[in-house]
Each structure stands twice: as structure tokens, then as C-alpha cells.
């Protein structure tokens, strides 16, 4: 009967079942019982666990580190830490009194060693270099290319030299 009343309803609403495109007898509502309720699932999911003194949730670190989970990681850590970080430098752009010039002019008049200021840029860039550069090797996966296993540790393994010889490249060419 509530099904009937469905019909009917849509039949006004929806032109497609007034102009006879669609036979109303095609479209038919029926709804069953659930065989057994998720929460009594649940429930037994529980107690199964408890009798063989499982935790709860596993902690992560009871896992294998894998070389592209890692991978996938620090892609999230990177985009993150970029974003704290180019956010503190637009705050700070905005409220410090100076321009920028006058702050780089105060780090130089500290006369840090060459190979300090180096690798102080270098791990600079290095965030940037990974986060791009494996951005790609994502993007390659939204395509559905690269799931084989030796395809990603083979492009993990590209992802992570390719990142470190552009991040110093970067440091020694600015």
C-alpha cells in the first residue's frame, strides 16, 4: 500500500512516469526486513574479541613500517608542515614592521658558516622538492597506474633520490 502511495506521488512529480516513458508497473518500492541488526553484530564482534583478548583498535605501532607507507606519510607530514608554514609567514609578513629585506640583512649580519646556510636551505627545499614530486607520483595513482609492487617501491625509491638532488640543487643554486 505505501509503496502504491510512493507511486502515485511520483507519478505527479516526475514527467517521465506521466508521459508514459516509463511504465509505472517498472517502478516498484519493496521494502525488506534486515536479517539480523548491526548493532548485534557488532555486539559479537565484541565479545569474540574479548574472549581471544584482542584490543579494541590495534596501535600503529605494532605494524611493519613499510617503505611506501613511509612514503605516504611524510607526503601528508610535507603538505602539512608547508601549510603551518607559508600561513606563520603571511601572519608575520603582515604584522612585522619591516620589510623583508631588512630580516635577511639581520641573518646575514650574523655571519653563519657557508656550510650551515647550506643545508639550513636545502632543508628548506626539501619539503617542496618531496611534496611536489611525489604529488606526481599521486596523481599517477588517480590514473590507476603504478599499484604493482614493484612499481612502487621503484618510484618511491625515484621519489625519495629525485627529492633530495633537487632539494640541494635548489639550496646551492639560490
Not at 510512493?6 to 505527479?12: D, I, K, Q, S, V
Not at 574472549?51 to 611493519?64: D, E, F, G, T, V
Not at 635577511?104 to 636545502?122: D, H, Q, W, Y
Request: glycine letters at 6%; proline letters at 5%.
Amino acid at each position: 500500500m505505501a509503496s502504491l502511495v510512493m507511486l502515485r506521488n511520483c507519478a505527479r512529480v516526475s514527467p517521465f512516469l506521466r508521459s508514459g516513458l516509463i511504465r509505472s508497473s517498472c517502478v516498484l518500492i519493496k521494502s525488506l526486513p534486515a536479517a539480523t541488526s548491526s548493532n548485534q553484530k557488532s555486539e559479537e564482534f565484541v565479545a569474540k574479541n574479548k574472549a581471544l583478548k584482542r584490543p579494541m583498535s590495534p596501535h600503529l605501532l605494532i605494524y611493519k613500517w613499510e617503505f611506501h607507507a613511509m612514503l605516504s606519510g611524510s607526503h601528508r607530514l610535507t603538505g602539512f608542515l608547508m601549510t603551518i608554514a607559508t600561513t606563520t609567514f603571511a601572519l608575520c609578513a603582515l604584522g612585522l614592521p619591516e620589510n623583508l629585506e631588512h630580516y635577511v640583512n639581520i641573518v646575514k649580519s650574523f655571519e653563519l658558516p657557508r656550510p650551515f646556510i647550506f643545508t639550513c636551505k636545502a632543508l628548506l627545499a626539501f619539503p617542496v622538492t618531496y611534496h611536489g614530486i611525489n604529488g606526481i607520483r599521486h596523481l599517477c595513482w588517480d590514473m590507476g597506474k603504478g599499484f604493482e609492487w614493484s612499481t612502487l617501491i621503484k618510484t618511491g625509491s625515484v621519489v625519495a633520490v629525485s627529492a633530495v638532488a633537487s632539494a640541494i640543487a635548489l639550496a646551492y643554486y639560490f
